[in-house]
């Protein structure tokens, strides 16, 4: 089966320009979920979609935005980009199946703006 | 919120030598608790998991963990490391309720020489 697949793999993007990038979850997985990955502020949740609806958001400012598709595939667009936005996005998979629940990663997508 | 701290940020080891890597948590309820392994350039793996039952669970390529609910700990251990084993080590936790938001420590950088 194969894993979470994100593009693009690389962005390189200026102050105040955005970005969308793109998450495909493992086929059958249901919920898809966001984080940001840097050296300062470690692993960092985002946000989660499940059945096209945000379920879940942590505490990023409203520039950090997402959807999620019908065939569970999701993005999640950053506008007015920062140059603290510069990190690894990563997006995670599960089955969603209640309370025991496996999240499984894809290879991020690394974001730098200059 | 749920907090996760891990107090070894770098640890180095030579092969051969036993490895245990701390984890402590902060959260009232119930909670499910993984370790995740980031390989140099490779993307976030699960080593294993605990949800219930048995409070020493056992992952892949001979990692441990035992899951002290008294000392809200979940140390990872494995008795033999390899020159394979040196990547970096996220702690991670999610409550029950908000299942999909996994909250993650800042990570321990382990190095293993040969």
């Known amino acids: 089966k194969a894993g979470v697949t994100q593009t693009p793999r690389y962005l390189i993007k200026t102050r105040g320009q955005q970005v969308t990038l793109s998450c495909s979850p493992i086929?059958?997985?249901?919920?898809v979920s966001w984080y940001q990955q840097t050296p300062g502020q470690g692993l960092q949740f985002l946000f989660e979609?499940?059945?096209?609806?945000?379920?879940n958001k942590g505490n990023f400012p409203g520039r950090f935005s997402g959807r999620q598709f019908s065939n569970s595939r999701s993005e999640m667009n950053v506008s007015t980009l920062e140059l603290g936005d510069s990190a690894l996005y990563l997006c995670?998979?599960?089955?969603?199946?209640?309370?025991?629940?496996?999240?499984?990663f894809g290879p991020g997508t690394r974001l730098l703006v200059l | 919120a749920q907090s996760v701290s891990q107090h070894n940020h770098h640890v180095i080891l030579s092969e051969a030598a036993s490895l245990e890597l701390g984890c402590n948590y902060s959260?009232?309820?119930?909670?499910?608790l993984f370790w995740y392994v980031q390989y140099p350039g490779q993307h976030l793996q699960l080593l294993l998991k605990?949800?219930?039952?048995?409070?020493l669970v056992k992952g892949i390529k001979g990692f441990e963990a035992e899951f002290i609910k008294s000392k809200f700990s979940f140390n990872l251990r494995k008795p033999s490391v390899q020159w394979s084993d040196t990547a970096e080590y996220f702690c991670?936790?999610?409550?029950?309720?908000?299942?999909?938001?996994?909250?993650f420590g800042t990570g321990t950088r382990l190095q293993v020489t040969l």
């Open positions: 086929s059958g997985h249901r919920s």
């Open positions: 605990y949800f219930s039952g048995d409070p």
């Open positions: 959260y009232g309820g119930t909670v499910n």
């Open positions: 979609y499940f059945s096209e609806t945000q379920r």
């Open positions: 991670a936790v999610n409550a029950a309720c908000t299942a999909s938001k996994l909250t």
């Open positions: 995670a998979s599960s089955l969603d199946t209640g309370a025991q629940e496996t999240q499984y």
